[in-house]
């Protein structure tokens, strides 16, 4: 199973990104997805979640902001990021719960590479 996330780039303050995220491999199901960051010198902290269904949840200083999607057809998550801040610059890496028709009973988490956001002020 792979992850890979792109859509990261340099942005001014107040300005938007899209991130997606295309997993890929031997899938048989996806369950809750995600994206994380690290910044420099700081721990890696959760950004959004989004399950199956559709429930999201949001880290407090990205609502109202950021938005987490997916598609399940396409095997995607997307992170739709907007008024940002240069406290927002990191690494972005995706991470998705998933079932491998090996063992379909067994889920565990695979991450991407990350793609990196930088927010100038």
């Known amino acids: 199973v792979q992850l890979q996330a792109s859509g990261g780039g340099l942005v001014q303050a107040g300005g938007s990104l899209r991130l997606s995220c295309a997993s890929s491999?031997?899938?048989?199901?996806?369950?809750?997805m995600g994206w994380y960051r690290q910044a420099p010198g700081k721990q890696r902290e959760l950004v959004a979640t989004?399950?199956?269904?559709?429930?999201?949840h949001y880290e407090d200083s990205v609502k109202g902001r950021f938005t987490i999607s997916r598609d399940n057809g396409k095997k995607m998550v997307y992170l739709q990021m907007n008024s940002l801040k240069p406290e927002d610059t990191a690494v972005y890496c995706c991470?998705?719960?998933?079932?491998?028709?090996?063992?379909?009973?067994?889920?565990?988490?695979?991450w991407g590479q990350g793609t990196q956001v930088t927010v100038s002020s």
């Open positions: 991470t998705a719960e998933v079932a491998t028709p090996q063992a379909i009973n067994v889920r565990r988490y695979y």
């Open positions: 491999g031997s899938i048989f199901g996806i369950y809750d």
């Open positions: 989004i399950t199956s269904g559709g429930n999201t």
